[in-house]
């Protein structure tokens, strides 16, 4: 426990200073891996919000394009790899030829307690627990498969293969993926993922300069959840489409910095805040969808929204 403990605090203080990147750029070279914790942190179950922020951190350090590396992805026999879509914590293939023989392997990071479900197949690998659920009524070329860690870590693996039992393919790749995720390969460790300022980044490091923030119990990768000023604000980090994040938004400055607001499509009273942060990501790693690095802000208030994003800028000096 108290090598676990010591794992927490050097990951927690990689947190503080996640937000000071001031030259990763979309397309630019990654440095090298950052090592990560060993093998038997995630083994460790998280006992405190220490514990749980380190988890989230050391999983937000994850390369996740690396959990299915290209070499697995070109033995499957599923015809040549088309594509390789990225996200800030997924990764998506396209493999063969479409439409009939299209494959596609979606994969992403994240937090989960205990997996419990109705439905599928539930076993163990080793002490990670894991979920096989097939498509909808038994559809044998869709199967969705979760894989979770006991210190909370989890990911999850969508497959949809015609003419294949995907969830016999899923039960095939999943012993390689828990093994390479202990292995916590850092960022810039497949070639497929673009270095971009949002990699790693803790949505939560805005906390450290908002005085009288309260926690709340939620608890994610992309989104911290928190309260202040007696309100619930949602800080996120993605990838979106230029054009969809100016869509129904008026534009503002803050310190000459061009943020676009918005309403929430479920409550017109809920303010939107969205900031780029970032030059476009290349087409080749987004299926040719035009793609930025976004920060978002979502309150009660525009009060309480702008005083949140004028300190999430600063994150990420331009």
Same mark, same amino acid.
Do not use: K
């Given at each position: 426990m108290y090598r676990t403990l010591t794992l927490a605090a050097a990951v927690l203080l990689a947190v503080v200073s996640c937000g000071d990147d001031t030259g990763t750029r979309a397309g630019d070279p990654l440095p090298p891996p950052t090592p990560g914790?060993?093998? +038997?942190?995630?083994?460790?179950?998280?006992?405190?919000? /220490?514990q749980h922020a380190a988890v989230a951190q050391a999983t937000r350090e994850l390369d996740v394009c690396a959990l299915l590396p290209r070499d697995t992805l070109a033995d499957l026999g599923l015809g040549d790899i088309r594509s390789v879509t990225i996200g800030l914590d997924s990764c998506r293939a396209a493999l063969g030829t479409p439409p009939a023989g299209e494959s596609t392997l979606t994969w992403h990071t994240t937090l989960l307690p205990p997996l419990t479900s109705s439905r599928g197949i539930s076993k163990q690998l080793g002490d990670v627990s894991v979920l096989l659920v097939p498509g909808r009524d038994g559809d044998p070329r869709a199967c969705g498969?979760?894989?979770r860690f006991p210190a909370g870590a989890a990911f999850y693996l969508g497959l949809s293969v015609p003419d294949r039992d995907s969830c016999a393919v899923a039960d095939g790749l999943l012993s390689g993926m828990i093994e390479r995720w202990r292995e916590s390969p850092g960022q810039g460790t497949s070639p497929d993922t673009v270095g971009t300022v949002l990699l790693g980044? !803790?949505?939560?490091?805005?906390?450290?300069? $908002?005085?009288? &923030?309260?926690d709340t119990d939620q608890l994610r990768l992309t989104e911290c959840l928190f309260r202040?000023? !007696? +309100? &619930?604000?949602?800080?996120?980090?993605?990838?979106?489409?230029? +054009? /969809? @994040?100016r869509a129904r938004s008026t534009e503002e400055k803050f310190d000459g910095r061009t943020v676009f607001r918005s309403t929430s499509l479920y409550d017109s009273s809920i303010p939107i805040y969205h900031a780029p942060v970032g030059p476009e990501l290349p087409l080749a790693s987004t299926d040719s969808v035009p793609r930025i690095p976004v920060a978002e802000v979502t309150s009660a208030t525009d009060d309480?929204?702008? /005083?949140? @994003?004028? /300190?999430? $800028?600063? $994150?990420?000096?331009q």
């Open positions: 914790p060993p093998p +038997e942190f995630w083994s460790t179950p998280a006992d405190s919000p /220490q498969a979760t894989a980044a !803790d949505p939560c490091a805005v906390r450290a300069t $908002l005085p009288g &923030t309260a202040y000023r !007696d +309100e &619930t604000v949602t800080v996120s980090y993605a990838y979106r489409v230029p +054009e /969809q @994040m309480v929204a702008r /005083q949140v @994003m004028s /300190q999430v $800028l600063p $994150l990420f000096p």
